[in-house]
C-alpha cells in the first residue's frame, strides 16, 4: 500500500510541534509534513501534491481562504480541512464554497482531529482510485487500435506513453502502412491537451499556393477567392495539438514560414498586419529520409531540428512477422463487423503462408488483403484455395479483349493508344498503392511533375484517396 501525506499549515509553531509529535502515532502509514509558512507550503503542494492538508483560517502571512483558493488553482481534486476559531461558522461556510473538504473548530481534542483526517484520507484514496481507473480505461480505449505484443510494439506503446506526458514536439517516421498517424493520435489522447481535438493537415493533399492560407489563415480580399477571414489551422489547434501528416511534402516557400510560426508561438495570416498567439504541440509524421532531403536542399535543416525535438519510428511488418497471425485474427473480426457478418475461420495453412510473405505495404497491405480473401471465400473458412484465389486475382494483368476494326484486326494506332493506355492505368495503380495514394511521393518516384501526375489521374479516373 502506498504511503498517505498529511501537510499541516499553521502559524502556530507550538501547535505544529505537538501534532508533529502525537499524530505519527495515530496514522499509520501516513507521512507528515508541517509548515509556518504559508507562501512556502504553496510551494511544497505545486512541486508534490499532498493527499490531505489540514491548514488553519487565520495566518498574519496569507489569510487561509486566500491560500485554499491559489491551493485549488493548482490541485482542483486535493482534500483540504480548515481549522478555524470558535465562532467563526461563516468563515468555515465560505471556505466549504470554495472547495473546502471539511472544516473543525479549534480548540479541539486530538481524537476528533484524527477521525476527521481518517475521513478525509479516506476521500483522497477514493479519488486516487478513480483517477487512476479513468486512466487507465484511456489507455486502453487509445490502445485498441494497435495490435501486436512483439517486443517492437511494446516499446512502442511504452514510449507513446512517455511521449504523451511531454509537450515536446514529436516526428513519428516510418514506412508507408505503418500506423504513423494512429501513433499521432494516441499521444494526443493520452496528452493533456486530450480535452481539445486533435487538428491534422495531410501535407500532399493541399496545393501549394493554398496550404499557406490552410495553415496560417487568410483576411478578407487578400486574394482572389477570399471571400471572408479564416482562422486557419494553427489558430484552431491552439490550446491542442496539430498534426503535419507526411511533412516532408511541405514546399520549401512554406517551410520557412512555419519555422517562423514555431519559433515565435505566432502566426500572421495572409494579408494580415498583425501576428496572432498561439500555444500548438506539434506532431508530424513522415515516410522519407529527411536528413538526404536536408543534404539537396528540399527541406530546412532549422526546421528538421524543431520538429524533431523527440522522434519515434513505427515498426515495419517485416520487424513484427510474429504479430501477422494476431493483425490478421483482428482484421477478420473487423471485416466481419464492416460487413455485418459472422468472422470466418483461417487455416493455419493460410496463417503460415501470410507470415511467410513479404508485406512491402506493411500492415495497411495485410489489412485490405484479409479484406480480400474474406470476399473471395465462399464458405466459413478461409482456406489455401481462397488465398491461391486472392493471389491470381492480383497478379492477372489481363485486360479486356482488344477492339477489332472491320477486317478483324484493330488497326497500329488503335493498338497502340490501347497498349499505352493499359500500360500508364497499370503503372499508375501500382505506384500509388506503393505510396498509399501520396501523390508528391509518387511522383518523385516516377520522376515526373506532380501535377502531370494529377493529370494522369484525372484522364484515367484514378482516385489516389482509394489507397489512403
Not at 467563526?88 to 479549534?106: C, N, P
Amino acid at each position: 500500500m502506498d504511503q498517505l501525506s498529511l501537510l499541516i499549515i499553521d502559524d502556530e509553531k507550538d501547535m505544529l510541534d505537538g501534532l508533529k509529535r502525537i499524530l505519527p502515532d495515530e496514522l499509520e502509514n501516513t507521512s507528515i509534513t508541517v509548515s509556518s509558512s504559508p507562501v512556502k507550503a504553496l510551494d511544497m503542494v505545486k512541486k508534490n501534491p499532498f493527499d490531505l492538508i489540514l491548514m488553519d483560517v487565520r495566518m498574519p502571512e496569507m489569510d487561509g481562504i486566500d491560500l485554499l483558493d491559489r491551493i485549488k488553482q493548482v490541485e482542483p481534486e486535493s482534500t483540504i480541512i480548515m481549522m478555524t476559531a470558535y465562532g467563526s461558522i461563516e468563515v468555515a461556510v465560505q471556505a466549504i464554497k470554495l472547495g473546502a473538504y471539511d472544516f473543525i473548530t479549534k480548540p479541539f481534542e486530538i481524537p476528533d482531529l484524527v477521525r476527521y483526517i481518517h475521513k478525509g484520507l479516506e476521500r483522497s484514496s477514493l479519488i486516487r482510485e478513480n483517477m487512476n481507473l479513468r486512466q487507465q480505461i484511456c489507455r486502453k480505449s487509445v490502445f485498441e487500435d494497435f495490435v501486436g505484443q512483439s517486443s517492437p510494439m511494446k516499446r512502442l506503446y511504452e514510449t507513446i506513453q512517455s511521449l504523451a506526458r511531454t509537450d515536446y514536439s514529436v516526428l513519428i517516421r516510418g514506412e508507408s502502412g505503418t500506423g504513423k498517424e494512429l501513433v499521432a493520435r494516441a499521444i494526443h489522447s493520452l496528452s493533456d491537451r486530450s480535452d481539445k481535438k486533435l487538428v491534422t493537415v495531410n501535407c500532399p493533399a493541399i496545393p501549394e499556393h493554398l496550404l499557406e492560407s490552410e495553415l496560417f489563415g487568410h483576411k478578407k480580399g487578400s486574394f482572389t477567392g477570399a471571400l471572408k477571414d479564416h482562422r486557419g489551422l494553427f489558430v484552431e489547434a491552439s490550446g491542442s495539438t496539430l498534426l503535419l501528416d507526411e511533412i516532408a511534402d511541405i514546399p520549401v516557400s512554406i517551410q520557412t514560414k512555419l519555422l517562423r510560426a514555431l519559433q515565435e508561438h505566432e502566426v500572421r495570416p495572409v494579408g494580415g498586419s498583425r501576428n496572432i498567439r498561439v500555444d500548438v504541440r506539434i506532431l508530424s509524421t513522415t515516410n522519407q529520409d529527411l536528413e538526404a532531403m536536408i543534404k539537396d536542399k528540399s527541406f530546412r535543416e532549422d526546421l528538421f531540428y524543431r520538429l524533431n525535438v523527440v522522434s519515434v519510428s513505427t515498426p515495419s511488418l517485416k520487424d513484427i512477422s510474429e504479430d501477422i497471425p494476431l493483425l490478421v485474427h483482428h482484421f477478420n473480426r473487423k471485416a466481419a463487423q464492416e460487413l455485418g457478418t459472422s468472422p470466418k475461420s483461417i487455416c493455419p495453412d493460410v496463417i503460415r503462408a501470410l507470415v511467410r510473405r513479404d508485406w512491402p505495404g506493411n500492415v495497411r497491405e495485410l489489412q485490405n488483403f484479409t479484406r480480400r480473401m474474406i470476399v473471395f471465400s465462399s464458405g466459413d473458412e478461409i482456406n489455401m484455395a481462397t488465398l491461391a484465389a486472392v493471389n491470381s486475382q492480383e497478379h492477372s494483368r489481363s485486360g479486356p479483349a482488344p477492339p477489332e476494326s472491320g477486317d478483324g484486326l484493330e488497326t497500329y494506332a488503335e493498338a497502340k493508344t490501347r497498349v499505352i493506355n493499359d500500360f500508364t492505368e497499370d503503372y499508375v495503380r501500382r505506384l500509388l498503392s506503393r505510396t498509399s495514394g501520396n501523390i508528391s511521393q509518387a511522383s518523385r518516384m516516377a520522376g515526373m511533375s506532380r501535377v502531370a501526375l494529377q493529370k494522369i489521374t484525372k484522364r484515367l479516373d484514378i482516385d489516389p484517396g482509394n489507397y489512403r
